[in-house]
Each structure stands twice: as structure tokens, then as C-alpha cells.
């Protein structure tokens, strides 16, 4: 084989190899799988007469390779005549051994390359060992069917998640729920929307976020501020409410006359924006949500809990799946994990031991699966973050995977500075801004000075001038402009595979 490797040492230099070799052009150089130029080649002469010049040599770092570094040295000779010879001219021997030596070297190469292919692909050249392969792949696939891998080899996790609710906000700011939608109700019951439901935009309400719930008789929408939203054992007489009675388990919405209308349970959290609307969906209440002071769990919602190890010190799980609506109502202070064990919810502060338990801060030991996170005061909820469902990523779904590279619905407000001030993106998504041009001819746009892309908007009068432009994390975008209007929004949009 006409290659050697070695590793950095941090203070070694030279690095030897005794493979002959023609010119330095045939010497290639790598330092942890690039190719590198930073050395020089001392060839190892072999005489005035040899018929190959050099019989070795040594590399010569400039600067030593560290000791995480991985040097390979290989010959690569190109494929093409070195003499030419002419049909009047007498045949020199030491000229023609040359020229045949170089066609041998050339072989060896190539013979050290299809002795590597044989050996890295000796199993699929052989028939039998082929079928061996594919029926291998079956059995994989099969235990991946049946979740016998998950099982075996992950821990602590949520592995299905029902994507019941269909929840966008509309190019007119209004927030709809889509045909389709499985909504909910506290008494276990559920139905499946025929038909989109929507809310039309206000720009009366204030700057803060809302839940949404769909009457049961008549599956319009209803909402009330977070703020506003209540868990009591009695109707809380409050108007314009939506409120999860402790008692029966059901959530209800009080109108203005004081009647309680049975509605589901909240399908997700919307941000209002006063003076545009329903501006961005903060969350979509799939297989976990809160109102109030509770939280529930629906049906559909599968997970694993740590038992231990099995005796070859694979994981070991034991499965469960939320079979009916479950809820916990509140009335502490605390930011605390939340454990569930498909029939209850537990708050607390729990970590994963190297034996594949659960357990408290105290040491006990809990059979329960970590969910996620719970943010409350005096037992009125504020945030409640699930953990995403466990999925082994498959490659070959390709609008799944594109649609990790779209805007999500959650953004962060950002404020616009003076014409040619620079914003570097703090993950993979978008720089959005709306402002308010006075007059014809003013503009905006945004330089990607990282890829050079760019955006423009050119107001034809009193308009808004509205721009969207992709960035990869760290990226940084210049906007300029000379749109003299108000500015509605400027925000980072992340896109959905962001975390």
C-alpha cells in the first residue's frame, strides 16, 4: 500500500515514508481528511540512473501537528504517458524502464484500490451473504415497525404526539382552527370539525396572549386572555371568560349575561398585537395544553419510562399510552419538571441515574417519563413546555424535512435601527420587517452579507413595505431604507426545525 498515517504529537515535524515516487506533484498530503499544503517534501534520491527518481522521503510541517491531528501521506500518480517515443529515434533502455516502471507503479495503485474495494465490500459481492444483508434490513425494519428499537435502545421520552389540531392565523389576521381538527371536550368526548372555524381580527384587544376554545353548541370560536383564564370548583361569575371547573372536569366560557357555555378544551395560545391582530401562534395544544391553573394530557399521547437495564445493559422501558383526558390543577409557586405516567401528572425535579431510573433530587426512585417543564405562580399557569415526540429522522421523506427549513410561529420582536445598521441572526430563520412608507419612490431592503442575497421593496406611494429574507444562524443582514413611515413590526421568524 503506497500510503502510511500517522498522528500529531504537537511537537513532531517530520513524517516519513519509504513508497517511491516520481515528482512532488505525486505526494498528497492529509491532515484530518483535508488536504493540506502547508509542509514541504524532502525527497530520498535514488540515483542518477534509478528508474524511478525518488525510492522516499519525509514531510516537513511548517507548524507541528497537534495531538488530535490525523496525518496521511499517499501517492497518487496520473494516468498518462511520460515519453513519447519517436519512430526514427533509437530506444533508450534506461528511458524505457522508466516509462515501464511508471505504468507498474500506476498498477500497484490500482490494484491497492480494488484490493480496499474487496475488502470493504466483500459481503455484498458474495450472493449469499447479499440475501443475508437484505434479510437482515427486513428484521430491522420490522422491529423498528413494531418500536422494538425505540424501546430497546431510548429511554424517558414521548414517542407519539396526536397532531389533532390544525391551527394557522390567515394573510387577514385571522386565527382559524381547519376542517379536520379533533377538538376535545373535559368529559372525554371529542368531535372532528367539518368545516374551518375562524375569529375575525380585532385591533381593539390588548398586547398579550389569548387561549381559544370552540363552543360545543354551535363550534364557534370563544377566547380570554391568560390573564383572565380561571380553574374554580364554582362559576366565577367573571364575563367573557373561559374557566376549567375543578368539579365536573369541563371547561366552560361565561358571556356577557352571565351564562356558562360548555366549550372544549383550549386548542392553543394566540399573541395579539394591538392595532394589527392575531399576529403569531405562541402554542398548539397537541396531546398537552393548560388554562388556568391545570394542565391535561389527550388520548393518543404514547411514551416511554425508564426500568432499569436488561441484562446485556440495553435499556429497559416500560410503554405507556394516554388512554383517556387527564388534568392536575395547581396552587403553588414553583418552575419544576413535570412527570406523567400516562394516568397522572407529578411536579418536581427528577434526573435520569446511570441505571436507567428516574429519580427525585431526594434519591427516590419514581417510575415516571419527564414531560416537560411547568411555569407557575400562586398555581396560575404561565408556560408549560413539552417535551417533542422521539422520531428516528427518515431521510426519504423529503417534504417532511423541507418543511423543518419553513417559518414556524414563533419569533421574538426586535427593534429596527437608523438605515444601515447590521443584525446577526441568532438561529436558522428569517428577518421580517413592515414599514410604512410616505411616498413614492422610498424603499427597503436587506444584504445577506454572509451568502450576498438580497431583498428589496420600492414603496409606488403611501404603502407598507414588507420583506422577508432567509438566514442560517450567525449570518449577518444589513438593512437599509429610507421608508420614513412607521415601523410595524421587525422580528426574527425561527424556522421550524429550529429548537
Not at 515501464?100 to 465490500?121: C, G, H, P, R, V
Amino acid at each position: 500500500m503506497q500510503k502510511v498515517s500517522y498522528m500529531g504529537d504537537g511537537s513532531t515535524t517530520d513524517f516519513y515514508f519509504n513508497f517511491p515516487f516520481y515528482t512532488n506533484t505525486d505526494i498528497i498530503v492529509l491532515k484530518n481528511t483535508q488536504i493540506t499544503t502547508d509542509y514541504t517534501i524532502v525527497g530520498t534520491p535514488a540515483g542518477l540512473n534509478a528508474d524511478i527518481p525518488y525510492t522516499g522521503g519525509k514531510i516537513v510541517f511548517n507548524t507541528a501537528p497537534v495531538a488530535t491531528d490525523s496525518i496521511t501521506i499517499y501517492r497518487h500518480l496520473p494516468l498518462t504517458r511520460i515519453v513519447d517515443y519517436q519512430p526514427t529515434e533509437k530506444i533508450n533502455p534506461t528511458i524505457l524502464n522508466q516509462d515501464m516502471n511508471y505504468m507498474m507503479e500506476i498498477l500497484k495503485d490500482m490494484q491497492d484500490k480494488i484490493d480496499t474495494f474487496s475488502e470493504q465490500y466483500n459481503d455484498v459481492v458474495n450472493k449469499e451473504s447479499t440475501d443475508n444483508l437484505l434479510s437482515k434490513i427486513h428484521y430491522i425494519n420490522q422491529l423498528i415497525d413494531n418500536d422494538e428499537i425505540i424501546n430497546k435502545y431510548t429511554s424517558n421520552c414521548i414517542t407519539k404526539i396526536p397532531q389533532d389540531i390544525k391551527l394557522s392565523i390567515d394573510s387577514d389576521n385571522n386565527i382559524i382552527v381547519h376542517a379536520g381538527s379533533k377538538v376535545h371536550y373535559g368529559d372525554g368526548t371529542y368531535e372532528i370539525l367539518s368545516s374551518d372555524t375562524g375569529f375575525n381580527a380585532t385591533t381593539s384587544f390588548p398586547n398579550t396572549d389569548f387561549f381559544f376554545c370552540i363552543k360545543k353548541s354551535d363550534k364557534s370560536f370563544v377566547q380570554t386572555s391568560m390573564n383572565g383564564a380561571r380553574s374554580s370548583a364554582t362559576n366565577p361569575e367573571t364575563t367573557y371568560i373561559i374557566w376549567f371547573n375543578t368539579t365536573d372536569g369541563k371547561c366552560y366560557w361565561n358571556n356577557g349575561s352571565g351564562v356558562a357555555f360548555e366549550v372544549s378544551l383550549p386548542v392553543g395560545v394566540v399573541e395579539h398585537t394591538n392595532g394589527i391582530g392575531w399576529t403569531t401562534i405562541k402554542q398548539t395544544f397537541n396531546g398537552f395544553g393548560f388554562l388556568g391553573s391545570t394542565i391535561f394530557a389527550l388520548p393518543g399521547v404514547k411514551g416511554l419510562i425508564p426500568n432499569g437495564r436488561n441484562a446485556d445493559g440495553t435499556l429497559k422501558t416500560t410503554v405507556f399510552e394516554c388512554s383517556s383526558v387527564i388534568t392536575k390543577t395547581f396552587s403553588d409557586t414553583a418552575v419544576s419538571d413535570v412527570v406523567f405516567q400516562g394516568t397522572t401528572f407529578n411536579p418536581g425535579s427528577y434526573n435520569l441515574g446511570s441505571d436507567n431510573y428516574l429519580y427525585t433530587n431526594s434519591g427516590v426512585k419514581v417510575v415516571s417519563t419527564v414531560i416537560g417543564t411547568l411555569n407557575r405562580t400562586n398555581g396560575k399557569i404561565t408556560t408549560f413546555n413539552t417535551k417533542q415526540p422521539y422520531q428516528a429522522l427518515d431521510y426519504n421523506n423529503s417534504s417532511y424535512i423541507a418543511h423543518q427549513a419553513m417559518p414556524s410561529n414563533k419569533y421574538i420582536n426586535l427593534t429596527l435601527g437608523v438605515s444601515g445598521t447590521t443584525y446577526t441572526a441568532p438561529a436558522d430563520g428569517y428577518f421580517t420587517v413592515n414599514k410604512v412608507a410616505d411616498v413614492s419612490g422610498e424603499y427597503i431592503n436587506m444584504i445577506n452579507n454572509t451568502n450576498n442575497m438580497n431583498v428589496n421593496s420600492v414603496a409606488t406611494g403611501a404603502i407598507n413595505c414588507r420583506l422577508m429574507i432567509p438566514v442560517s444562524k450567525n449570518d449577518v443582514v444589513t438593512i437599509n431604507y429610507t421608508a420614513a413611515g412607521t415601523t410595524n413590526w421587525f422580528r426574527f421568524v425561527y424556522a421550524n426545525g429550529t429548537k
